[in-house]
């Protein structure tokens, strides 16, 4: 049982770095592509053995998935440069795969 709280401990830390770099580096895209920044990163999540990193984006704009939907291409553009600019600033052993996804939750 304890090992199992050190170990969600763990995740949350990393959870909270990824996020941070993640809304800075897209925050960077932003500046370059205007689509870009009528999104947002609303949180993240990370898969059980940290592969994949769900990035999920919400907007002010209505309605929020069609908007998300015409800066998905710019995002899937942007996904590698982003996944090596990624691996440049946090130091984990294996970077994740970069998944985008839009927050239906508000």
């Known amino acids: 049982m ?7 401990i ?5 959870k909270a770095l990824f996020f941070r770099e993640l809304v800075s580096l897209i925050q960077e895209l932003g500046y370059k592509e205007k689509d870009v920044a009528e999104v947002f990163v609303s949180h993240i999540d990370i898969s059980t ?3 994949i990193c769900y990035v999920y984006f919400s907007t002010y704009k209505e309605p929020g998935e069609e908007v998300f939907r015409s800066v998905f291409p710019t995002l899937m553009l942007y996904r590698a440069s982003l996944r090596t600019a990624f691996a ?5 052993r294996r970077v994740p795969e970069i998944i985008f996804m839009y927050d239906k939750v508000k």
């Open 88 to 92: 440049k600033r946090i130091q984990v």
């Open 2 to 8: 304890f090992k199992s709280r050190v170990s969600d």
């Open 10 to 14: 763990k995740k949350e830390r990393k």
């Open 49 to 51: 053995n940290s592969g």
